[in-house]
Structure formats: structure tokens, C-alpha cells
């Protein structure tokens, strides 16, 4: 829980509130009521707490990463949330929301997936507390992904592949909302990201801010001051307000989010919601999205499927707003340049979503360096690990050392 | 008060104005004109079926008011029905100026709460403009009373949880709900009309028995949708709307 925002009604300044069907409501009520009461609830606290540290493997470590920090002329030090189970930051978020379903005295999950790595993550949850799990996953991405929708299969869920719209994740999460509405009393919408109708974007927060609260603690630790950096990768923007919420408070430590550009901003092939969009609502929130004249959401595209995502968490809209933070699009073949190093100098294989904030920490250094006369130190959220990516990884290479 | 929607721009922005005025001759009283939307939540199959072919086609906003325009003196009252971000990247004020310069008497919004509203309240009171918002049965007495409150022209009263075109035989819910909208509304003049998954006249006078409105949305849309030619279309969508009308005057009288 924080001071930090959002008002009462769930607005981060002129961002965020609530665009949905009346019908969904009572629910979105009924979850901020039960959300608030469990973030100050001992009993829920203690095992949510047990969870994350003997189920998830948190904390995660903070690395210092020595050769890339040489190569980058700052010292650079990697959030393992690529160690957790599942192998990403999104854990936190699953087992926070599905031990609120379970307080709520629902029964069934449902939730939105793209690639499939937060379809996993919640069948995971599902699994573990005894909860029935739909999962909506776009047509295209059960074919690309079949083995992560085997995973879910495996984890005892329901897969659904959606063949409305442009069959992507936007439109898992439009059916995600249909199944809502038509099953609001049984069911939990799991939502993915700290994006939606409040109270999911203060609530997603809330369970992932546990990275930035390690973090801050663990850099103390290490270097005995505080970062002059921290660098994460925003889609919806879940692993980056969970790092940054942390230290906004510590106005010294720069925020930068690094948007998926795609084959550059320019191009109109991008995800960037808030370097190329414009204001609007999707999905529950006012924020930066994608669109055109007319307010047709409009397809995104990234090489990372955990970035492509036209729009972005209402709280990122404001700390944009605000200029508490910086957002900067960083291109598929900059990401997979930061990819390829980290693989080479550390021995990590990085998600390519988090190689996005590698790459945005390595654009960043030089700047850092000359503007503090010093070498900087930044932390850079690794939110995820690579082993879903070398399929994308081995073509994305094939094709360049081809060229080569 | 029979309450028939179609999509603008389905199956062309021409075809789409024709049917609205067949099913105007053929006895709907009120018009909701839906703007096409690529992300509409609120909707079931057929409805999506039929706003992403017209936003295949290409239809614009202006085309939407355009489609208001060219109806507006066919003999009913037109609204248009549109999720949010269209009215909202439009420019609030704007769309009500241009909504009401065309002749429409007001806008539907499925996803946009009163207390989120302000700007579209002020819009619409400068520009004499109808606003009608959305009831459920989870509605909480508190919020039908804010929500009626907030509403001119009528209030739609989605009885049936879930998306436009569903259906459940055995719910009594919607009778319950006008209740309660009734005796908690502020100004016992508001219309409620209730959308139910109506399919014809039969089902029609079921809902008239109890609500002021029938909403009807699917099954019109599924005329244009499941014919050959435009004709063809335009023919299903009058005999359906006899059907319909027929049901409503029937338990009204």
C-alpha cells in the first residue's frame, strides 16, 4: 500500500479510473474492498509472504554483472525475477490475486494470455490453490506457442483460443471481459498486468512492488548508496512499476521505462503506447495507447510477445506525466544486440522482453557517465529468463549471421 | 417502445441507412446507430460479426454521423451507440455538437459509468442531448439511484449478465431489475428498457409486460448477416420488426 497514488476513485492523476460495463461494478468494488483489507491483513500477509519465499524462490538475487558492466562503462547490477518459479517477475502477481480469490470465496479463474507466459504463470496458482483456470489465448498464439499451451494443459487448465478481432492479446482480454461479465459471482478475472479498471492497476502493483522493495535493500547492501539508475521494461508495465514504486520516492534515482519500438517508432510497427500513442481508453483505463483517427485500437508489434501490447498501465501514463520517469522506445534489433551480449558476457540467457531494459541501461550509460562525472551504477530489472525465447532468438541470429 | 439497433456502415454505409429506415417504416420507435469499435467488450457474436465487417470496409466516425443524418427524419428518435475511446479521441464536445447538428437525439454508453462522465454530462446538457447509461442486476440501489439520476430519455436496463445476444430462458432477473429501477429512480417518468436477447414478438410482449422498452439488437443484426443480397436483408429485417412491433403493441395496449 501506498500515499503514491491512486485517488480514492482510482485515477493516477488524469489516468487510470473506471471504463467498463456497469454489470462489472459490484465486482471491481467488491475486489478494491477485499485488495485493501488483505494488504494490511497479517494472516494474508504471512502467507502470501511464505508463498513468495518458499514456493516462488524470492528474493530474488541482485547481481552484480561484472564483464557486461565493463563492456557498458557502468556498474550494472541484474534483479533475478528470470530465477523465480515460472520463471519471471509475473508469480508475484498470480499467487497475490489467486490467494484473493480464494478469500473472496470464488472458485474459478479466468485470465488473458499472449505468449502464454502469464496463461502459465496462473494455471501455476490455479493449480496450486485448488482453482478451476480458463485461460483466453488469441488462435495465432495457441499455434505459435503450442508448448506453453501444453504447460497450461499440463496445470490442469482450459485453454480457449479466441478467433474474434485480430486474435491477438487484445482480444483474449476482450473475451477475458465477456466471460466477466457472464460470470462475475463464480469468478476472478486474473488480469495479467497492472493495466484494466481500478483497482487492478494499484492491486497488480501492489503484489509485484516486493522487487523494487528487495532491490532498494539489497543495493544498499552492496554498494551502500542508492542507484543512479533503474531501468525496466514496460508492455503493460507490470515489472516496471513493481521495480520502480519502490523509489519514486527517491527523487535522486533516475526511472527509465524502455518501450518495445519494434522496427522503430517511425515505422508505425511498434508498441510503444507512450512515445508513439496517443491518450485514450482501452480495457478499463485512460491512458497512452495506440489508435487511429478514430479511436480503433490499432495492432501492435515487437519481436517479445510480453511487450506487444497497444496500451499501458495508467500509473506509467502519469510518472510520464509527472516526469518522474522516462520512457524511451528501444527496437527489436537494439534488444536483441543486449540479448545476445548478456548471453555472451554472463552466461544468462535473458527473456527478450528484459532485454529491452538491457538495451535501453546500455543506451543510458554513456549519458549517466559524462552528466555525473563518474561510472553510474544502474539496476536493471531481468523480469524474465530467456528459455521460452530460443526458438525467436535462433531465427532472429540465423537470419543476421546469414547476412553476414 | 420498441428500441432496434444496428451497426453504421454494415453492410455498407448505404446499406446500413437503408435498413435503419426499413426498420423504422416497419414500426421501431427509437434507433440506436452502433459505431463500429475494434475492441467491444459489451458485445456477442453476431453484433462483433457485423462492426468488424464494417470496419473492414472502412467506416469512419463521420460515416456514423453521417448514418444519423441521413435517418433522422425517418420518423423515429436516433441515438448512437458507442464505446467509449471513439467519443472520447473525437473530442466529447465535439461529437455532441456534430451528434446533435446531424439530428441525433442522444448517445448510449455501454462502457462509460456515470462517475466517470462529467465531461459528456456537460456536453450533453449544452447540446439537449439524451444520455443513457447502463443498469444490472449487481447494481447496488446506491448506484440505480446515481445512475437514473444521471440518465435522460431512458435507461437501459441490461437484465441478462453477459454480452449482447445472450439469452437465459429462466431468468427472472429482468423483471426484478425494472422493479427496482422503478422504485429507486428519482423521476418515475424515466423510461426503462430492458435488453434481453430478444428474438421476436413473442419474447417482445414477454419483456413489454413488464419494461417500458424492448431493446432488440441481435436478432436484427442477424437479418443483414445471414443474407444473400442486401434485399433479401432489408426484407428479414422488416418482417422481424413487424414481428417485434406486433409483440410490443400488443401487451402495451
Given at each position: 500500500?501506498?500515499?503514491?497514488?491512486?485517488?480514492?476513485?482510482?485515477?493516477?492523476?488524469?489516468?487510470?479510473?473506471r471504463?467498463?460495463?456497469?454489470a462489472?461494478?459490484?465486482?471491481?468494488?467488491?475486489?478494491?474492498v477485499?485488495?485493501?483489507?488483505?494488504?494490511?491483513?497479517d494472516?494474508?500477509?504471512?502467507?502470501?509472504?511464505?508463498?513468495l519465499?518458499?514456493?516462488?524462490?524470492?528474493?530474488?538475487?541482485?547481481?552484480?554483472?561484472?564483464?557486461?558492466?565493463?563492456q557498458?562503462?557502468?556498474?550494472?547490477?541484474?534483479?533475478?525475477?528470470?530465477?523465480?518459479?515460472?520463471?519471471?517477475?509475473?508469480?508475484?502477481?498470480?499467487?497475490?490475486?489467486?490467494?484473493?480469490?480464494?478469500?473472496?470465496?470464488?472458485?474459478?479463474?479466468?485470465?488473458?494470455?499472449?505468449?502464454g507466459?502469464?496463461?502459465?504463470?496462473?494455471?501455476?496458482?490455479?493449480?496450486?490453490?485448488?482453482?478451476?483456470?480458463?485461460?483466453?489465448?488469441?488462435?495465432?498464439?495457441?499455434?505459435?506457442?503450442?508448448?506453453?499451451?501444453?504447460?497450461?494443459?499440463?496445470?490442469?487448465?482450459?485453454?480457449?483460443?479466441?478467433?474474434?478481432?485480430?486474435?491477438?492479446?487484445?482480444?483474449?482480454?476482450?473475451?477475458?471481459l465477456?466471460d466477466?461479465?457472464?460470470?462475475v459471482?463464480?469468478?476472478?478475472?486474473?488480469?495479467?498486468?497492472?493495466?484494466?479498471?481500478?483497482?487492478?492497476?494499484?492491486?497488480?502493483?501492489?503484489?509485484?512492488?516486493?522487487?523494487?522493495?528487495?532491490?532498494?535493500?539489497?543495493?544498499?547492501?552492496?554498494?551502500?548508496s542508492?542507484?543512479?539508475?533503474?531501468?525496466?521494461?514496460?508492455?503493460?508495465?507490470?515489472?516496471?512499476?513493481?521495480?520502480?514504486?519502490?523509489?519514486?520516492?527517491?527523487?535522486?534515482?533516475?526511472?527509465?521505462?524502455?518501450?518495445?519500438?519494434?522496427?522503430?517508432?517511425?515505422?508505425?510497427?511498434?508498441?510503444?503506447?507512450?512515445t508513439?500513442?496517443?491518450?485514450?481508453v482501452?480495457?478499463?483505463?485512460?491512458?497512452?495507447?495506440?489508435?487511429?483517427?478514430?479511436?480503433?485500437?490499432?495492432?501492435?508489434?515487437?519481436?517479445?510477445?510480453?511487450?506487444?501490447?497497444?496500451?499501458?498501465?495508467?500509473?506509467?501514463?502519469?510518472?510520464?506525466?509527472?516526469?518522474?520517469?522516462?520512457?524511451e522506445?528501444?527496437?527489436?534489433?537494439?534488444?536483441?544486440?543486449?540479448f545476445?551480449?548478456?548471453?555472451?558476457?554472463?552466461?544468462i540467457?535473458?527473456?527478450?522482453?528484459?532485454?529491452?531494459?538491457?538495451?535501453?541501461?546500455?543506451?543510458?550509460?554513456?549519458?549517466?557517465?559524462?552528466?555525473?562525472?563518474?561510472?553510474?551504477?544502474?539496476?536493471?530489472?531481468?523480469?524474465?529468463?530467456?528459455?521460452?525465447?530460443?526458438?525467436?532468438?535462433?531465427?532472429?541470429?540465423?537470419?543476421?549471421?546469414?547476412?553476414? | 417502445?420498441?428500441?432496434?439497433?444496428?451497426?453504421?456502415?454494415?453492410?455498407?454505409?448505404?446499406?446500413?441507412?437503408?435498413?435503419?429506415?426499413?426498420?423504422v417504416?416497419?414500426?421501431?420507435?427509437?434507433?440506436?446507430?452502433?459505431?463500429?469499435?475494434?475492441?467491444?467488450?459489451?458485445?456477442?457474436?453476431?453484433?462483433?460479426?457485423?462492426?468488424?465487417?464494417?470496419?473492414?470496409?472502412?467506416?469512419?466516425?463521420?460515416?456514423?454521423?453521417?448514418?444519423?443524418?441521413?435517418?433522422?427524419?425517418?420518423?423515429?428518435?436516433?441515438?448512437?451507440?458507442?464505446?467509449?475511446?471513439?467519443?472520447?479521441?473525437?473530442?466529447?464536445?465535439?461529437?455532441?455538437?456534430?451528434?446533435a447538428?446531424?439530428?441525433?437525439?442522444?448517445?448510449?454508453?455501454?462502457?462509460?459509468?456515470?462517475?466517470?462522465?462529467?465531461?459528456?454530462?456537460?456536453?450533453?446538457?449544452?447540446?439537449?442531448?439524451?444520455?443513457?447509461?447502463?443498469?444490472?442486476?449487481?447494481?447496488?440501489?446506491?448506484?440505480?439511484?446515481?445512475?437514473?439520476?444521471?440518465?435522460?430519455g431512458?435507461?437501459?436496463?441490461?437484465?441478462?449478465?453477459?454480452?449482447?445476444?445472450?439469452?437465459?430462458?429462466?431468468?427472472s432477473?429482468?423483471?426484478?431489475?425494472?422493479?427496482?429501477?422503478?422504485?429507486?429512480?428519482?423521476?418515475?417518468?424515466?423510461?426503462?428498457?430492458?435488453?434481453?436477447?430478444?428474438?421476436?414478438?413473442?419474447?417482445?410482449?414477454?419483456v413489454?409486460?413488464?419494461?417500458?422498452?424492448v431493446?432488440?439488437?441481435?436478432?436484427?443484426v442477424?437479418?443483414?448477416?445471414?443474407?444473400?443480397?442486401?434485399?433479401?436483408?432489408?426484407?428479414?429485417?422488416?418482417?422481424?420488426?413487424?414481428?417485434?412491433?406486433?409483440?410490443?403493441?400488443?401487451?402495451?395496449?
Amino acid at each position: 500500500m501506498s500515499d503514491l497514488g491512486p485517488n480514492e476513485t482510482g485515477h493516477f492523476g488524469r489516468y487510470g479510473g473506471r471504463f467498463v460495463p456497469e454489470a462489472l461494478i459490484a465486482a471491481l468494488d467488491q475486489l478494491d474492498v477485499e485488495y485493501r483489507k488483505a494488504m494490511t491483513d497479517d494472516e494474508f500477509q504471512a502467507e502470501f509472504g511464505r508463498l513468495l519465499r518458499d514456493y516462488a524462490g524470492t528474493p530474488s538475487m541482485l547481481y552484480f554483472a561484472e564483464r557486461l558492466s565493463a563492456q557498458a562503462g557502468a556498474r550494472i547490477f541484474l534483479k533475478r525475477e528470470d530465477l523465480n518459479h515460472t520463471g519471471a517477475h509475473k508469480v508475484r502477481n498470480v499467487l497475490g490475486q489467486a490467494l484473493l480469490t480464494r478469500r473472496m470465496g470464488k472458485k474459478r479463474i479466468i485470465a488473458e494470455t499472449g505468449a502464454g507466459q502469464h496463461g502459465v504463470a496462473s494455471a501455476t496458482a490455479a493449480a496450486l490453490l485448488d482453482l478451476e483456470c480458463v485461460v483466453y489465448m488469441g488462435e495465432e498464439d495457441t499455434r505459435r506457442q503450442a508448448l506453453n499451451v501444453a504447460r497450461m494443459e499440463l496445470l490442469g487448465a482450459t485453454v480457449v483460443p479466441v478467433q474474434t478481432g485480430s486474435r491477438t492479446l487484445k482480444d483474449a482480454i476482450n473475451e477475458a471481459l465477456r466471460d466477466w461479465v457472464t460470470n462475475v459471482d463464480s469468478t476472478h478475472y486474473l488480469l495479467g498486468t497492472a493495466a484494466g479498471p481500478h483497482p487492478f492497476p494499484a492491486m497488480v502493483r501492489d503484489f509485484v512492488r516486493g522487487i523494487g522493495v528487495e532491490a532498494r535493500q539489497q543495493i544498499l547492501d552492496a554498494t551502500g548508496s542508492l542507484p543512479d539508475a533503474v531501468a525496466a521494461c514496460v508492455g503493460g508495465g507490470s515489472n516496471a512499476i513493481g521495480i520502480f514504486h519502490a523509489f519514486v520516492p527517491d527523487t535522486d534515482v533516475r526511472l527509465y521505462g524502455f518501450e518495445a519500438g519494434g522496427d522503430g517508432v517511425e515505422t508505425g510497427r511498434h508498441a510503444a503506447s507512450i512515445t508513439g500513442g496517443g491518450l485514450g481508453v482501452l480495457h478499463g483505463a485512460k491512458t497512452y495507447l495506440l489508435q487511429d483517427e478514430d479511436g480503433q485500437t490499432i495492432e501492435s508489434h515487437s519481436i517479445s510477445a510480453g511487450l506487444d501490447y497497444p496500451a499501458v498501465g495508467p500509473e506509467h501514463a502519469w510518472l510520464h506525466d509527472t516526469g518522474r520517469a522516462t520512457y524511451e522506445p528501444v527496437t527489436d534489433a537494439e534488444a536483441m544486440k543486449a540479448f545476445r551480449l548478456l548471453c555472451r558476457t554472463e552466461g544468462i540467457i535473458p527473456a527478450i522482453e528484459s532485454s529491452h531494459a538491457l538495451a535501453g541501461a546500455l543506451r543510458i550509460a554513456p549519458t549517466l557517465a559524462a552528466e555525473l562525472g563518474r561510472t553510474p551504477t544502474i539496476v536493471v530489472n531481468l523480469s524474465g529468463r530467456g528459455d521460452k525465447d530460443v526458438e525467436t532468438a535462433g531465427q532472429w541470429f540465423g537470419v543476421l549471421d546469414g547476412e553476414e | 417502445m420498441l428500441v432496434g439497433y444496428l451497426p453504421a456502415g454494415f453492410p455498407t454505409v448505404d446499406g446500413g441507412i437503408a435498413a435503419i429506415r426499413a426498420m423504422v417504416e416497419a414500426g421501431v420507435d427509437v434507433v440506436e446507430v452502433g459505431f463500429p469499435y475494434s475492441d467491444p467488450v459489451m458485445d456477442g457474436p453476431v453484433i462483433q460479426r457485423a462492426a468488424e465487417a464494417a470496419l473492414a470496409g472502412g467506416v469512419r466516425a463521420a460515416d456514423v454521423l453521417r448514418t444519423v443524418e441521413a435517418v433522422a427524419d425517418a420518423g423515429a428518435s436516433i441515438l448512437v451507440m458507442s464505446y467509449w475511446n471513439p467519443i472520447e479521441r473525437y473530442g466529447v464536445a465535439a461529437f455532441a455538437r456534430d451528434l446533435a447538428a446531424a439530428g441525433g437525439a442522444g448517445l448510449i454508453t455501454p462502457d462509460l459509468i456515470p462517475d466517470e462522465a462529467d465531461e459528456w454530462i456537460a456536453a450533453s446538457d449544452e447540446h439537449g442531448l439524451d444520455r443513457v447509461f447502463l443498469v444490472a442486476p449487481s447494481s447496488t440501489d446506491e448506484r440505480v439511484r446515481m445512475t437514473t439520476a444521471a440518465c435522460r430519455g431512458f435507461v437501459y436496463a441490461s437484465s441478462v449478465m453477459g454480452v449482447t445476444g445472450a439469452r437465459d430462458q429462466t431468468s427472472s432477473a429482468a423483471p426484478v431489475l425494472v422493479d427496482r429501477v422503478r422504485r429507486l429512480s428519482a423521476d418515475p417518468a424515466l423510461p426503462v428498457a430492458v435488453g434481453l436477447g430478444v428474438r421476436d414478438g413473442a419474447q417482445a410482449a414477454e419483456v413489454a409486460s413488464f419494461a417500458d422498452g424492448v431493446i432488440v439488437g441481435s436478432a436484427l443484426v442477424g437479418c443483414l448477416l445471414g443474407a444473400p443480397d442486401l434485399d433479401a436483408g432489408l426484407s428479414a429485417l422488416r418482417t422481424l420488426t413487424a414481428d417485434l412491433a406486433g409483440g410490443v403493441t400488443r401487451t402495451s395496449s
